[in-house]
Every structure is written in C-alpha cells, then in structure tokens.
T-cell receptor, first 110, second 114 residues
Framework: RKEVEQDPGPFNVPEGATVAFNCTYSNSASQSFFWYRQDCRKEPKLLMSVYSSGNEDGRFTAQLNRASQYISLLIRDSKLSDSATYLCVVNDQAGTALIFGKGTTLSVSS | GAGVSQTPSNKVTEKGKYVELRCDPISGHTALYWYRQSLGQGPEFLIYFQGTGAADDSGLPNDRFFAVRPEGSVSTLKIQRTERGDSAVYLC????????????FGEGSRLTVL
C-alpha cells in the first residue's frame, strides 16, 4: 500500500542552505503525522511531530496541509550533521501502526 | 541497557531454513512493533502487539511469517522456509502505549538468506 510518498532525492546542499522536503499521504482519515530521521545503517529516530497549525523546533519547521494531504519539512541553515534520510510517517487507518515513506536523503557538504 | 534490544544483530542463513529474531522492548512499554527495511526503502510495517495479543498483523507478507509475545514483553519474529527475498533488516520498536508517535527502535537484525 503506497500510503506515503516522498521524493527520494538525494538532495545535495552546501552548509548554510535552506532545504525543504515534501510528502503526500493517501488516507484522508489519517490523524497523526511525524518526521523521523535515519542515519546511515542506524535505526530511525523521531525528529518531530507535525501539528495542524505547523510547528517549529530550532532550525526545523514542519507544516501540514490536510486539504492537499501534504506534509513538509523545512531545514534552515543546514549543518553537516543534518546529513541523513528523513522519513515522513503517518498513522494508518486504524490510528495505530505508523506507516513510513521511503525517505528523502539529504547530503550537506562544506 | 535502557533501549530496545534485538538479537541477533546479523543472521546469515540458507534458503529454506527457519529463523527466529528476538526483540526485548523498553521496560514498561506495552506496544511492540515489527518492521522490515530493505535497502533504499522505508520501514515496512509487519505486525504490532498491544500487550500479549497481536492487534494488527496485516503487514505480514504471508503465512511463513509469525510473531509472538507470550508474556507481553519479549517478542520473537519467526520466519519459516526462508527465501532470498526475505533478506532485509528487521526492526523492532516499542512505545509506551499504542497510538503515540514516538517509536523507539532497536538497531535491527540484518537477515541475509543465501
């Protein structure tokens, strides 16, 4: 089931750049949305939840557009340490198991 | 340790063999999830448990895959008659309760079927 779609990238940006990732989801009944980060050969970790009103955590801003079923993640002033795969995550129809997108790979270079 | 523990970290087996992968969740976490991840893909949901019961096993690809959590803590994912296409990293995650967005993942068990 292709419930969560992301552009796989890779996105190659210099340090200090602003980069945005987008994600679309198919189930209009989805209630919860998240961005996870996964470093190479490591396990995924929660980066931030995505709220209807949009939310910010330092250099990271997440937005949700329910009408378009679209989620975004904006990273400002990119750091080398931001290099990772960013996974868009949505709860499924039962509101329980989380469904992950394929991820978008970001590479920040000096 | 305080995190999710998975064993073995690596397993190489031959086609047709039986494999068991174990997950020890964070103490007190009632929800436990199994995902598998192939190269270049996101984690693919397999099954989750709330306590001892499998609340949703809709992601299990076929009847060769089975998982248990008999005492509501440790879980075992069992794969019978392994096939080359089963090769992947099997990730276990736990959360305090079902429905919370923060899943705590283990480092995974990398399965290679020759």
């Amino acid at each position: 089931r292709k419930e969560v779609e992301q552009d796989p990238g890779p996105f190659n940006v210099p340090e200090g750049a602003t980069v945005a990732f987008n994600c679309t989801y198919s189930n209009s009944a989805s209630q919860s949305f998240f961005w996870y980060r996964q470093d190479c050969r490591k396990e995924p970790k929660l980066l931030m939840s995505v709220y209807s009103s949009g939310n910010e955590d330092g250099r990271f801003t997440a937005q949700l557009n329910r009408a378009s079923q679209y989620i975004s993640l904006l990273i400002r002033d990119s750091k080398l340490s931001d290099s990772a795969t960013y996974l868009c995550v949505v709860n499924d129809q039962a509101g329980t198991a989380l469904i992950f997108g394929k991820g978008t790979t970001l590479s920040v270079s000096s | 340790g305080a995190g999710v523990s998975q064993t073995p970290s690596n397993k190489v087996t031959e086609k047709g063999k039986y494999v068991e992968l174990r997950c020890d969740p964070i103490s007190g976490h009632t929800a436990l999830y199994w995902y598998r991840q192939s190269l270049g893909q996101g984690p693919e949901f397999l099954i989750y448990f709330q306590g001892t019961g499998a609340a949703d096993d809709s992601g299990l690809p076929n009847d060769r895959f089975f998982a248990v959590r008999p005492e509501g803590s440790v879980s075992t994912l069992k794969i019978q008659r392994t096939e080359r296409g089963d090769s992947a990293v099997y990730l276990c995650a736990s959360s305090l309760t079902v429905g919370t967005g923060e899943l705590f993942f283990g480092e995974g068990s990398r399965l290679t079927v020759l």
